[in-house]
């Protein structure tokens, strides 16, 4: 059923046998990849065979990394629909826009895509208890995937992180800890507890199955195109597993014959209170360095240092996409043009994606007759406070 075949470190190149526990690279302490053998892969399914599968991102079970469908743990993640923004087109007056609405994915958030895989793949390998560090979503995804396997899960959080991230956390069973800083001064006292109680540690790209279910995002929007993908994609990058796993995925497909070589030109798109990303890629660096006194409304994007900082700058070079900051005066007022236009709640982060189109079309980096994703990666719901009573 999956074709998981081993690790590679994707720095230093090192492999690592598939079935045992691995966080980062023993070697580099760089993050691990997931390699499958994808010529078996591609002689045991086909896209045809795909288009008649359950709706959930559990669709391509032969590229993810559970080996026994038993430890797969689904609410209905994944499968989110590709929609044609044809209101906001009009509005905007350019005709081939989308939009992946990752709202509906459960505890509202693609975060699920990432946190159904890994948890998934740690339950098949018998850990014993999850630990997270999070601005928000991805320890709501993780409670709850947590709760649905029966594994203790201890959640470390900004403590001005708004209520519902908290809540969501605390109605599915985790252990919530609030840490005075942001998610890089939670990041450090979960690790110290990690060591300590013998837990497994969740963190974005510190192990390597997140990546394995934000690359699912890859594979929807090439078949929900029949197997095109577009000309650009614009994504809210905080660590980027999103944009890192669609790359990921586009070179898997490529290489099982479902795609052509054409890819499309990735862009990040980060808030001008937090933009390591955007700076590193101007400044034409292998890595970024930590934005200091991080900042912005949108908390999926209030990460100062990624430990996947290269592998992101590389899919923005290696696509020929580019960086971008966008204010974050702009975001509620463009949330509430998706709105009104498409009757879609959507994030900040996701708003955010937009203000970035905008900007990019008004200096022709976009082209009129191109093809545009935008990913919508959250629902509003969990930030109403921003808007107001
Ligand atoms: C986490 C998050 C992001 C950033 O995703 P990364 O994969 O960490 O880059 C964007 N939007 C929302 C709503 C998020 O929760």
Same mark, same amino acid.
């Given at each position: 059923?999956?074709?998981?075949?081993?690790?590679?470190?994707?720095?230093?190149?090192?492999?690592?046998?598939?079935?045992?526990?691995?966080?980062?690279?023993?070697?580099?302490?760089?993050?691990?990849?997931?390699?499958?053998?994808?010529?078996?892969?591609?002689?045991?399914?086909?896209?045809?065979?795909?288009?008649?599968?359950?709706?959930?991102?559990?669709?391509?079970?032969?590229?993810?990394?559970?080996?026994?469908?038993?430890?797969?743990?689904?609410?209905?993640?994944?499968?989110?629909?590709?929609? /044609?923004? %044809?209101?906001?087109?009009?509005?905007?007056?350019?005709?081939?826009? @989308?939009?992946? #609405?990752?709202? *509906?994915? +459960? $505890?509202?958030?693609?975060?699920?895509?990432?946190?159904?895989?890994?948890?998934?793949?740690?339950?098949?390998?018998?850990?014993?208890?999850?630990?997270?560090?999070?601005?928000?979503?991805?320890?709501?995804?993780?409670?709850?995937?947590?709760?649905?396997?029966?594994?203790?899960?201890?959640?470390?959080?900004?403590?001005?992180?708004?209520?519902?991230?908290?809540?969501?956390?605390?109605?599915?069973?985790?252990?919530?800890?609030?840490?005075?800083?942001?998610?890089?001064?939670?990041?450090?006292?979960?690790?110290?507890?990690?060591?300590?109680?013998?837990?497994?540690?969740?963190?974005?790209?510190?192990?390597?199955?997140?990546?394995?279910? /934000?690359? %699912?995002?890859?594979?929807?929007?090439?078949?929900?195109?029949?197997? @095109?993908?577009? #000309?650009?994609? *614009?994504? +809210? $990058?905080?660590?980027?597993?999103?944009?890192?796993?669609?790359?990921?995925?586009?070179?898997?497909?490529?290489?099982?014959?479902?795609?052509?070589?054409?890819?499309?030109?990735?862009?990040?798109?980060?808030?001008?209170?937090?933009?390591?990303?955007?700076?590193?890629?101007?400044?034409?660096?292998?890595?970024?360095?930590?934005?200091?006194?991080?900042?912005?409304?949108?908390?999926?994007?209030?990460?100062?240092?990624?430990?996947?900082?290269?592998?992101?700058?590389?899919?923005?070079?290696?696509?020929?996409?580019?960086?971008?900051?966008?204010?974050?005066?702009?975001?509620?007022?463009?949330?509430?043009?998706?709105?009104?236009?498409?009757?879609?709640?959507?994030?900040?982060?996701?708003?955010?994606?937009?203000?970035?189109?905008?900007?990019?079309?008004?200096?022709?980096?976009?082209?009129?007759?191109?093809?545009?994703?935008?990913?919508?990666?959250?629902?509003?719901?969990?930030?109403?406070?921003?808007?107001?009573?």
């Amino acid at each position: 059923m999956s074709f998981f075949i081993h690790l590679e470190c994707a720095m230093c190149g090192k492999i690592l046998n598939a079935d045992k526990i691995h966080n980062l690279c023993p070697d580099c302490s760089k993050p691990l990849l997931a390699r499958y053998d994808l010529e078996a892969a591609a002689k045991a399914v086909t896209p045809k065979e795909i288009a008649g599968r359950e709706e959930t991102l559990w669709r391509y079970r032969e590229v993810l990394p559970i080996r026994d469908s038993k430890f797969q743990l689904c609410l209905g993640e994944g499968f989110t629909p590709l929609i /044609k923004a %044809t209101r906001l087109s009009r509005e905007l007056n350019f005709e081939k826009l @989308y939009i992946k #609405d990752e709202g *509906i994915n +459960p $505890t509202n958030s693609f975060k699920a895509r990432g946190l159904s895989v890994a948890a998934s793949r740690a339950y098949e390998l018998g850990v014993k208890a999850f630990s997270i560090p999070s601005a928000g979503n991805a320890a709501g995804a993780l409670s709850a995937y947590a709760a649905l396997a029966g594994i203790p899960c201890h959640v470390f959080m900004p403590q001005d992180v708004p209520v519902p991230f908290i809540a969501e956390c605390r109605a599915l069973g985790a252990e919530v800890k609030l840490v005075e800083g942001l998610i890089s001064d939670a990041g450090k006292i979960a690790a110290k507890e990690v060591a300590q109680y013998d837990r497994f540690d969740v963190s974005t790209l510190k192990e390597p199955y997140r990546l394995e279910g /934000k690359k %699912t995002l890859g594979y929807e929007v090439a078949e929900q195109m029949g197997w @095109y993908l577009p #000309d650009v994609i *614009i994504y +809210p $990058t905080g660590g980027g597993t999103g944009l890192v796993g669609m790359w990921k995925a586009f070179d898997e497909m490529e290489q099982m014959g479902w795609i052509s070589s054409k890819r499309p030109r990735m862009v990040t798109v980060q808030s001008e209170g937090c933009a390591p990303m955007v700076r590193a890629f101007e400044q034409n660096t292998e890595f970024a360095e930590p934005w200091a006194g991080a900042a912005t409304i949108a908390d999926g994007l209030r990460v100062p240092a990624a430990v996947g900082d290269f592998l992101i700058l590389r899919t923005l070079r290696e696509s020929n996409g580019t960086a971008i900051a966008v204010p974050d005066e702009t975001l509620i007022q463009t949330a509430n043009q998706i709105g009104r236009t498409q009757g879609l709640f959507v994030s900040p982060e996701s708003a955010a994606t937009l203000v970035a189109f905008n900007s990019l079309r008004e200096q022709s980096w976009i082209k009129e007759d191109e093809t545009v994703v935008l990913f919508s990666t959250g629902s509003g719901h969990k930030y109403a406070h921003l808007w107001g009573k």
